[in-house]
């Protein structure tokens, strides 16, 4: 047997232990309030359980269908819970030692270390004994997304395994892009984070559900008159926070397959694109000098000055104010910040 189903099996026989008979369909449904989305904050809370502090998290963001929160966590006795969620933790800290229960009453030890990643399905998680401090990010998913999302890929996975100190670069990745996004309180915006959140679901059923999932060689790009339609939308709503449903809905494709052929029509993500979009407009806005940086960077779509400056300088590679500088006609001649020698703008490069 290998290690990684050694561990598996060993995570399946400790979550009978702790709610013995409970199918993991049942799991996915019995443990949200009737009529309303689940609060991933609170999967995320029934995996803590215990002493720790909480360095990042993703409440308040908005995100649909994903929350996320770095913890440091300190040694303590956790009892056994249910969790409404899909989780995933992610240990990123010191060596983290300790004992897990396999049955009532009955604990074995264990240790991981930083990679480490526990995969847990919505339901029960068993109970665990912490002698040491660690770092962990923790990931809690919607099971109405992951159960979209394997929809929209035609998956024939039913039903979900949990795998214990898993080592996995893609997930690890995803998790460690999504916690700095909500470092930064989601600067990126709605569409960086929905597409990695999509991208975690996806994950997630290739790993826990064991099976292969097809349907992602014959996609094909996207029709011209379709991207086109997606493009007008995204040029229409470069000052507003953009999201992955609505872009995909006026492809009328599912979020899966669209992520799939706009990239393999643009040759980039749908954020990439936008921001690019976004930066187009920027640089056509700053050689008009007729408004201000912070104007510019709200009409563009960024929450900020810092923001957009920064983005700027990294895909552009000078300042805005520079960029000023050395573009803009007024300034090139002498003129004053705002006025113009001509009625007529810059509208291309």
């Not at 609060?39 to 269908?65: H, M, N, P, Q, Y």
């Not at 999302?149 to 893609?170: K, P, Q, Y």
């Not at 014959?218 to 991207?227: I, Q, T």
């Amino acid at each position: 047997m290998t290690r990684a189903n050694k561990h598996a099996g060993f995570l399946n026989e400790s979550m009978k232990s702790v709610k013995s008979g409970t199918t993991r369909d049942l799991a996915l449904t019995a443990f949200a309030p009737q009529g309303a989305k689940s609060d991933a904050r609170t999967g995320i809370t029934s995996f803590i359980r215990g002493s720790s502090k909480r360095v990042i998290t993703s409440s308040g963001l908005k995100w649909e269908g994903v929350s996320l929160e770095l913890h440091d966590v300190f040694p303590a006795e956790r009892n056994d819970s249910i969790a409404a969620d899909h989780l995933i933790a992610l240990f990123t800290g010191h060596v983290w030692r300790g004992e897990v229960a396999v049955s009532q009453g009955r604990f074995v030890p264990h240790s991981y270390y930083a990679g480490a990643i526990h995969l847990f399905p919505a339901g029960p998680i068993p109970a665990c004994r912490t002698f040491t401090s660690t770092k962990m990010i923790v990931c809690a998913l919607d099971p109405a997304l992951v159960r979209e999302v394997g929809v929209e890929v035609e998956s024939t996975v039913t039903e979900f395994r949990g795998g214990i100190d898993l080592r996995d670069g893609s997930l690890r990745g995803l998790m460690t892009l999504l916690a700095a996004e909500a470092d930064t309180g989601g600067l990126s915006g709605k569409l960086y984070a929905e597409h990695l959140a999509h991208a975690l679901a996806l994950r997630f059923l290739w790993l826990s559900g064991g099976a292969h999932i097809p349907g992602h060689s014959h996609s094909g790009k996207m029709p011209n008159r379709v991207l086109q339609r997606v493009l007008d939308r995204m040029k229409a709503g470069l000052a507003t926070d953009l999201d992955l449903n609505t872009l995909a809905a006026e492809s009328g494709y599912s979020r899966s397959h669209f992520l799939r052929t706009f990239r393999a029509a643009i040759g980039c993500s749908p954020h990439r694109w936008l921001t690019r979009l976004r930066m187009d407009q920027a640089k056509t806005m700053l050689r008009r000098d007729s408004e201000s940086l912070i104007d510019i960077a709200l009409a563009c779509g960024f929450s900020s000055h810092a923001h957009f400056s920064s983005t700027f300088r990294q895909i552009v590679g000078v300042t805005p104010s520079e960029y000023r500088r050395n573009h803009s006609p007024n300034l090139q001649k002498g003129y004053p910040l705002g006025s113009s020698s001509s009625g007529r703008s810059l509208l291309c490069e």
